[in-house]
């Protein structure tokens, strides 16, 4: 039997979800890169799971012949940082990244503080990298 995936697509408000991130600058900034994200995949804000807020949809099937679908681009805020949900970035793009300011990786996932803290120009651009691979 096909193990179900944990994070899938839900009708919670992202408004609300949103409303609830503290402190105060972490709610700025997850709204600041909702709008960018919206902006650069012309896509609306939904909640995949309890946490991440995504856009788009991207179906993924591995080489093991797992399938399921994902948001295309998204982040979650998290207690101690924001996660960026980028498909692609942290494998093809690190000189990039490291230009970007202070951040951290994980296997494909981009970790910061603040968005004062890294070049958000080079973020869209990453966010546009990633919904073309």
């Known amino acids: 039997m096909a193990k179900k995936n944990k994070t899938v697509e839900t009708e919670a408000s992202v408004e609300k979800f949103l409303d609830g991130v503290e402190p105060e600058q972490k709610r700025d900034d997850c709204r600041a890169i909702a709008k960018m994200m919206a902006d650069v995949s012309k896509e609306k804000a939904k909640m995949w799971g309890t946490s991440i807020i995504g856009f788009g949809n991207y179906h993924y099937e591995y080489e093991s012949g797992r399938t399921g679908d994902i948001c295309a681009i998204g982040f979650a805020p998290r207690k101690s940082n924001i996660v960026l949900y980028?498909?692609?970035?942290?494998?093809?793009?690190g000189d990039d990244l490291k230009k970007m300011g202070k951040v951290k990786t994980g296997k494909g996932c981009v970790y910061i503080n603040k968005l004062s803290e890294i070049d958000t120009k080079i973020l869209k651009d990453l966010?546009?990298?990633?919904?073309k691979n």
Do not use: F, I, Q
């Open 127 to 131: 966010m546009k990298k990633s919904l």
């Open 86 to 93: 980028m498909n692609g970035v942290v494998e093809n793009h």
